[in-house]
């Protein structure tokens, strides 16, 4: 069974790099490497609060004109770390599809066991029109560091209107999974309402802000969260 797991990864890393290596051999004129930070005051995830207090959100990126590579991070002053990979395509009539490899630092990186390992995988699928998206997530795996049963199902609509957004999302597994009884179900986890706008500093200096109103009604509990961008 590990040496399934490893097998996955190593494919799944191999998609990516030849992925990656395409876009560069290609010259795409608009593809670009960027790297930057956000500052949230408490880093809420699918409607799960995750460490305490702020967090800084690190950033690497390289974007192409149908490929997006990335490396995301989180750490705050509780100890809590994360550092995610992921990569996704563009696809015609608004539709991407990619994955995220999600692991956190102090675990061993390459524990790819079938039950305990250090990483979840998750298939990503989106769909966006207009002011309107939708997204379905789909865990491939279980692991005990990145706390994934399995099969774990994440669905999101969301629709922008002028000066702000609407958004709902349910899923099962770690989303709405309760340690006291061991069991989890399928249910709305994340409720709310998004805005955002630009402090401008300088004629050539200016930090976006955004400001979430959140609700998780599976665990009753609401969040109310600011972050900056550098």
């Not at 630092?105 to 990503?124: K, M, Q, R, V, W």
């Not at 560091?145 to 922008?160: C, I, N, R, V």
């Not at 500093?201 to 961008?229: A, C, R, W």
Request: proline share 3%; glycine share 12%; with cysteine.
């Amino acid at each position: 069974m590990k040496i399934r797991s490893r097998l996955f990864v190593t494919i799944v890393v191999a998609m990516g790099l030849s992925s990656f290596i395409s876009v560069f051999s290609q010259e795409d004129p608009v593809s670009e490497f960027s790297a930057g930070a956000d500052i949230y005051s408490n880093y809420i995830w699918r409607g799960t609060k995750f460490g305490t207090g702020p967090a800084i959100q690190p950033t690497i990126k390289y974007s192409g004109s149908s490929f997006t590579a990335g490396a995301w991070g989180s750490v705050d002053f509780s100890g809590y770390q994360e550092a995610d990979l992921y990569f996704y395509f563009s696809l015609p009539a608004g539709l991407s599809l990619g994955l995220t490899d999600y692991y956190y630092p102090g675990l061993n990186y390459f524990d790819y066991s079938d039950t305990s390992g250090s990483h979840a995988f998750e298939i990503n699928l989106g769909l966006s029109k207009g002011n309107f998206s939708l997204a379905a997530n789909y865990i491939l795996n279980k692991a005990g560091g990145a706390a994934s049963l399995g099969g774990d199902k994440y669905f999101e609509a969301k629709y922008s209107f002028k000066s702000f957004n609407l958004f709902i999302g349910a899923g099962d597994g770690w989303h709405t999974y309760n340690s006291a009884t061991g069991k989890d179900k399928f249910a709305i986890c994340n409720l709310g309402l998004g805005t955002s706008k630009i402090i401008k500093v300088t004629d050539t200096f200016s930090i976006p802000v955004t400001g979430q109103l959140l609700f998780n009604p599976d665990k009753e509990q609401m969040y109310i969260v600011v972050g900056f961008t550098f």
